[in-house]
């Protein structure tokens, strides 16, 4: 009988311990969330998804639509293909009324192959609209790196990747801001190997400003 139950335990165990076998994450996981003006609903309120590139230009861009909306964001290290990812995004969309959604996520996750990200980008796709349901979104390439690295960060990769997203995101009628042929000719406003330096930062939330707001609603 106690073997049984041993058995009967580790059985119901199995499927998680699969789950996470199959999870692939960095050393140092993050998250950061912003969300300003929350008490105001006079504006459109639109968020910025991404990592720490999004971060960089997310202080210009909310200085470019003020007066036009209220902006947030969420960044993070978490990659398509984890279910925390779509765990974070869950909690933070829920709790405001989102007008459009500028995302990209392809930066961090190189343990994860391309077929990979091809097969969970819809799951992002899916969690964003179900938890920000009457916002418009729009696509953000992933910008290019200086140079490949031993981790699996690539410019090859990136290129495809940016493809795969390209052709999903055109599948669901989702519009693309391509970041990444806005900075392949600026390699010289990278400020180390991935990130970009103020001149870069301002040049990405030029363009990131007027695709959001061509998405937000007429007042």
């Known amino acids: 009988m106690k073997t049984i139950v041993i058995l009967a335990v580790l059985a119901a165990f199995a499927p998680a311990r699969a789950q996470d076998s199959a999870v692939h994450r960095e050393r140092i996981e993050w998250c950061d969330a912003w969300m300003p003006d929350m008490n105001a609903h006079d504006l459109p309120r639109v968020v910025l998804i991404g990592d720490s590139i999004t971060r960089g230009y997310y202080p210009i861009v909310e200085q470019l639509l003020k007066g036009q909306a209220y902006v947030a964001r969420i960044t993070t290290s978490k990659a398509i293909g984890d279910p925390a990812l779509l765990d974070e995004l869950a909690a933070f969309l829920k709790q405001a009324r989102f ?121």
């Open 99 to 219: 007008d459009a959604v500028h995302f990209n996520i392809g930066m961090h996750g190189w343990a994860y192959t391309e077929d990979d990200y091809r097969q969970h980008f819809p799951e992002l796709v899916a969690a964003i609209r179900k938890n920000a349901p009457r916002a418009r979104l729009v696509w953000a390439s992933t910008t290019p790196i200086r140079a490949d690295t031993e981790s699996g960060a690539r410019n090859d990769r990136i290129v495809r990747r940016n493809s795969i997203a390209r052709d999903l995101a055109a599948a669901e009628g989702i519009p693309v801001d391509d970041l990444h042929a806005l900075m392949t000719p600026h390699g010289d406003m990278h400020s180390d190997n991935v990130h970009f330096n103020q001149e870069g930062s301002s040049l990405l939330a030029g363009q990131v400003a007027r695709e959001v707001a061509k998405l937000l609603p007429v007042r």
